[in-house]
């Protein structure tokens, strides 16, 4: 995709994309990283297109302005862990260590980072596998495999061949909404759709699933702001 610049304070990057499928000119702020796309149809030019995005960089600015601040993972910094925020701070020994309020992670400044991202990965398989069995046993149904990736568009999948997989950044969410995308994708296990027969399946194994639900779809872009490589 082609970049373009509207320079300005502060100047905003466009990525223009060319779509055969789109039908107008369309403009579209991530809201996972902040980035924005600029879709045209193959018939409108360059110029045309970044015309009207100049027509709207006031509106991309505010949108652009609303996106997390990044928060890089070190020393001194804040990661939620199962909904509540620990303070990261040097540790003793070789493993990092859980606390109420803190998380003691040990080793050089340069390494804070990865470990905690290794801590929270092997954090969120155990309490996803955890999950997956209860809401599998609930079920009648286990899966044929369970992955964790940094996913950014869904928080978790089902295959046809029964397949799970899930975002290792939910442990870092409270433990209701790690259970509820568990108890979403195990049901799919049985209904490999979005009917109300499915969601019927969730609320039989899971119970009420609203909240969760909601957090994820209002707040859930909140957990990929964490940078733990640098």
């Not at 360059?46 to 709207?56: D, N, R, V, W």
Request: net charge positive; glycine share 6%.
């Amino acid at each position: 995709m082609a970049q373009h610049i509207i320079s300005g304070t502060p100047p905003v990057t466009v990525a223009l994309r060319r779509s055969s499928r789109a039908r107008r000119i369309s403009l579209r702020v991530s809201r996972l990283d902040g980035k924005v796309t600029l879709t045209i149809p193959s018939s409108v030019s360059e110029h045309e297109a970044m015309a009207f995005a100049h027509e709207k960089q006031d509106w991309l600015r505010r949108q652009v302005a609303q996106q997390p601040e990044t928060v890089v993972v070190a020393h001194g910094a804040a990661v939620p862990v199962a909904g509540r925020a620990r303070l990261i701070v040097p540790g003793a020994g070789r493993s990092v260590q859980l606390g109420a309020d803190e998380l003691a992670v040990p080793g050089k400044p340069e390494q804070v980072g990865r470990k905690v991202q290794g801590f929270l990965k092997e954090l969120a398989r155990h309490r996803l596998v955890e999950a997956v069995d209860h809401y599998g046993a609930r079920l009648g149904r286990q899966p044929t495999k369970l992955t964790l990736r940094d996913t950014r568009s869904r928080w978790g999948s089902c295959t046809s061949t029964g397949a799970l997989m899930f975002s290792w950044r939910l442990v870092m969410a409270s433990p209701d909404v790690l259970d509820y995308v568990a108890a979403h994708e195990v049901a799919h296990l049985k209904e490999m759709n979005h009917s109300q027969a499915f969601w019927n399946e969730v609320t039989i194994i899971h119970g009420p699933y609203e909240t969760p639900r909601l957090w994820l779809r209002t707040q859930g872009q909140e957990l990929h702001r964490y940078q733990f490589a640098t």
